[in-house]
């Protein structure tokens, strides 16, 4: 009888601690709390299973998952540009996960070709220029900056930044090193000022007259002309009649030393949904990845373009690359 007791206890404390572990899920992640708290507070309405999270520098939190190796709490890792995603991968953090689902909602060229991560959010960074000051007919391609047309004309962002490293990635991609690099010489030519930290730099030294186009991701203009409708800042669509505007991706994979896989590819499924997706774009001024889903009013007023379908890993596999063209280059 006693024996039977203690086996008994043994099997529903089990049992509780299995319904324990299901119903939570642990994330670590690279994007901030007021662009995620909102996706996990809904996640849990739908399933009831709770999201703990822990944000944090996106390098310092890949170097924390591979410190903690199995020891670590977290299920999910989230961040941003598929460079670092691919990094991410390439350090041993995130296990394969293919289903379905994610085939079915985000289009393979913003997923790892592998199964480590999948992108949830989409960004395109593209040319903006000063409508005062440029004819849009004008522009074209990436390429077409690094003529002699814009010199003293061009802002740029950092070379240092990831978003830089993973565009000259993909211009290495598809005109090899070579052309690449020419075209990386041309915009350190065409410079009106050193490179700019911030994408939202770039955009007030056009509007303060310092230089009149630039190359920005389209979530900055968008939080921009969300509050200053009337400037006379406006997008142009690069690349249209050749590969498509180079795109990038906030997104997310499971850990390799995940406690709870099951909720946490639960949870990337959700992420991936259209509910889901809906909430991405409207919080950030972001497209969603599921190409389903309806853009925010502020993201649709910007028009229809052809996206680069370069597979986004492409931006990790080229990235040494590209920072070593750059510093060739000269580009700072």
Known sequence: MIKILIFSLLVTSSITAIAAISDS???????????????????????????????GKGGALIERLKLEGKNTKADMFMTVDAGNLWY??????????????LENNIPAHLRDPEGLWTGLSVRARTIVYNTKQVNPKDLSTYANLALPQWEGRLCLRTSKKIYTKSLVASLIYHHGESKAGDIVSGWVNNLAATPNAKDS?????????????????????????EKKPNLPLKLFWANQNTTGVHVNISGAGVTKYAKNPKAATRLLEWLSSTKAQAIYGALNQEYPANQSVA??????????????????????????????LMQKKGYR
């Open 25 to 55: 899920v642990t994330v670590y992640s690279s994007r901030k709390e007021h662009l995620i708290k909102p996706l996990f507070d809904a996640f849990t309405k739908d399933t009831g299973i709770k999201v703990s999270y822990l944000t």
């Open 88 to 101: 991410a991968g390439s350090q041993g953090v995130f296990q394969k996960v293919k289903t379905k689902t």
């Open 201 to 225: 730099h770039v955009m007030n030294a056009i509007l303060s007259g310092q230089c009149d186009v630039g190359l920005v991701n389209t979530y900055y203009y968008g939080r921009l002309v």
């Open 295 to 324: 853009l925010s009013s502020v993201v649709s007023a910007w028009g229809a373009f052809k996206q680069d379908k370069m597979n986004l890993s492409q931006a990790g596999i080229l990235q040494a690359t590209a920072v070593k």
